[in-house]
């Protein structure tokens, strides 16, 4: 049985559109005539089509989604419910038309014989490899449950990380956006009418005031052309960001800047450290786990040594010693990585791991942020008071002559 979408007419003519389950295309327009709807466009949905670019292929479901989806799974999983029954379910519980395609089309995967693990794989973009690997291992296992629960529980660990992140970084961008737009405004409508006054004086101005008149008559003269340029540049860093060696000397840079690059490191080994744990509690072996966990290391460089270092554990290695050559671990994950393997508690070694990092990530996150709302206040406060003496100096200068 296969999952299609349809488009259809009711009898008072209003177009429907919906998913209806069927053998073939044919049964599925009987069903719609049968419910009184005049089928016009029926597309299947089954993972069969992946190939020929099939467009439920190429969308992707937002993480809270996912996540509330997997935890409704695992609960109907553990209640007794076969897979197919728990996916049809799900996929009428879920408001998402986008996520109900994918899980109908992963059904009729199902009800073909291939494994879930097998049906999540046709749909990449959604259903990532540490997604993938660890369904599988949950199926040999028989833990399935279990292992769907977990990776609830990471994916909404790692969206409120996330969440949190963001709303920090909205009133330091706030901040800086309103400060450029206070200063520019300043130079551009405010000091020029000031200035003004000066112009018929017959005495050399201030330098500072020379300045600032400048740097005004630029701002007034270039202000729309500055705006469209840096607009421009935005366009072209993300256009140029996608060539490989844009992206590895970007990162270059990135791990060389004091404090970004600690936050750099961070939040990449941290991201491997809980990918690994996941996979490696969930009965995936420790190679094929850290495999899959170099693909969420964002920073090529990084992503390029923890490879090495996988290489380096299929010819024999030990992970903590692989992982201490790329010389961006620290010293505490490494010992605990160590630790696992030497007592064969792998997975809760990385998991105790990626708590650290990831409580370490979030202190200095907010130690960054603590610096810089200050420091764009005292920039933003330096910045007024020199547009003031520029302008008032010239003032004393005709107040001096005066007397």
Same mark, same amino acid.
């Given at each position: 049985?296969?999952?299609?979408?349809?488009?259809?007419?009711?009898?008072?003519?209003?177009?429907?559109?919906?998913?209806?389950?069927?053998?073939?295309?044919?049964?599925?327009?009987?069903?719609?005539?049968?419910?009184?709807?005049?089928?016009?466009? !029926?597309? +299947?949905?089954?993972?069969?089509? =992946?190939?020929?670019?099939?467009? +439920?292929?190429?969308?992707?479901?937002?993480?809270?989604?996912?996540?509330?989806?997997?935890?409704?799974?695992?609960?109907?999983? @553990?209640? *007794?419910?076969?897979?197919?029954?728990?996916?049809?379910?799900?996929?009428?519980?879920?408001?998402?038309? =986008?996520?109900?395609?994918?899980?109908?089309?992963?059904?009729?995967?199902?009800?073909?014989?291939?494994?879930?693990?097998?049906?999540?794989?046709?749909?990449?973009?959604?259903?990532?490899?540490?997604?993938?690997?660890?369904? %599988?291992?949950?199926?040999?296992?028989?833990?399935?449950?279990?292992?769907?629960?977990?990776?609830?529980?990471?994916?909404?660990?790692?969206?409120?990380?996330?969440?949190?992140?963001?709303?920090? /970084?909205?009133?330091?961008?706030?901040?800086?956006?309103?400060?450029?737009?206070?200063?520019?405004?300043?130079?551009?409508? +405010?000091?020029?009418?000031?200035?003004?006054?000066?112009?018929?004086?017959?005495?050399?101005?201030?330098?500072?005031?020379? $300045?600032?008149?400048?740097?005004?008559?630029?701002?007034?003269? %270039?202000?729309?052309?500055?705006?469209?340029?840096?607009?421009?540049?935005?366009?072209?860093? *993300?256009?140029?960001?996608?060539?490989? $060696?844009?992206?590895?000397?970007?990162?270059?840079?990135?791990?060389?800047?004091?404090?970004?690059?600690?936050?750099?490191?961070?939040?990449?080994?941290?991201?491997?450290?809980?990918?690994?744990?996941?996979?490696?509690? @969930?009965?995936?072996?420790?190679?094929?786990?850290?495999?899959?966990?170099?693909?969420?290391?964002?920073?090529?460089? !990084?992503?390029? @040594?923890?490879?090495?270092?996988?290489?380096?554990?299929?010819?024999?290695?030990?992970?903590?010693?692989?992982?201490?050559?790329?010389?961006?671990?620290?010293?505490? +994950?490494?010992?605990?990585?160590?630790? *696992?393997?030497?007592?064969?508690?792998?997975?809760?070694?990385?998991?105790? @791991?990626?708590?650290?990092?990831?409580?370490?990530?979030?202190?200095?996150?907010?130690?960054?942020?603590?610096?810089?709302?200050?420091?764009?206040?005292?920039? /933003? *406060?330096?910045?007024?008071?020199?547009?003031?003496?520029?302008?008032?100096?010239?003032?004393?200068?005709?107040?001096?002559?005066?007397?």
């Amino acid at each position: 049985m296969a999952a299609f979408e349809y488009i259809a007419f009711d009898a008072k003519g209003a177009r429907k559109k919906g998913l209806i389950e069927a053998d073939t295309a044919k049964q599925a327009r009987q069903q719609l005539r049968g419910l009184g709807l005049s089928p016009v466009e !029926i597309e +299947v949905l089954s993972s069969q089509q =992946q190939d020929s670019g099939n467009k +439920v292929q190429r969308d992707k479901i937002s993480v809270p989604v996912l996540s509330l989806i997997t935890r409704q799974l695992a609960t109907l999983i @553990s209640a *007794g419910q076969p897979v197919e029954a728990a996916l049809y379910a799900v996929s009428q519980q879920t408001t998402k038309n =986008q996520a109900k395609k994918v899980l109908l089309a992963v059904r009729a995967r199902v009800l073909e014989g291939y494994a879930l693990s097998d049906a999540l794989r046709d749909f990449p973009r959604v259903f990532d490899a540490m997604y993938c690997a660890s369904v %599988h291992a949950g199926e040999q296992s028989g833990l399935l449950d279990v292992v769907m629960e977990r990776l609830a529980d990471f994916m909404e660990s790692r969206q409120s990380l996330q969440q949190k992140t963001r709303l920090a /970084m909205i009133y330091p961008i706030l901040l800086t956006v309103v400060s450029l737009l206070l200063v520019s405004g300043l130079l551009t409508f +405010v000091v020029p009418q000031i200035i003004q006054v000066f112009e018929g004086f017959d005495q050399e101005l201030p330098i500072l005031t020379q $300045w600032l008149i400048i740097i005004s008559d630029f701002f007034k003269t %270039h202000g729309l052309s500055v705006i469209i340029g840096v607009i421009a540049a935005s366009v072209a860093y *993300g256009q140029l960001l996608k060539l490989s $060696w844009a992206r590895a000397l970007r990162d270059r840079i990135l791990l060389k800047l004091p404090l970004i690059s600690y936050l750099v490191r961070l939040s990449n080994t941290s991201r491997f450290t809980r990918t690994m744990s996941i996979l490696v509690s @969930s009965g995936v072996p420790a190679l094929d786990a850290m495999n899959i966990s170099t693909e969420v290391v964002t920073n090529s460089l !990084i992503h390029k @040594s923890v490879v090495k270092a996988a290489e380096s554990v299929r010819e024999g290695g030990s992970i903590a010693e692989s992982l201490t050559r790329t010389g961006y671990f620290s010293p505490l +994950v490494l010992q605990l990585i160590d630790n *696992g393997e030497a007592s064969g508690k792998l997975g809760e070694m990385l998991e105790r @791991s990626a708590k650290a990092e990831e409580s370490e990530f979030k202190g200095v996150t907010a130690l960054f942020l603590g610096i810089f709302e200050p420091a764009m206040i005292l920039l /933003m *406060g330096v910045v007024v008071l020199v547009i003031v003496l520029a302008i008032l100096l010239p003032i004393f200068d005709m107040n001096d002559l005066v007397q």
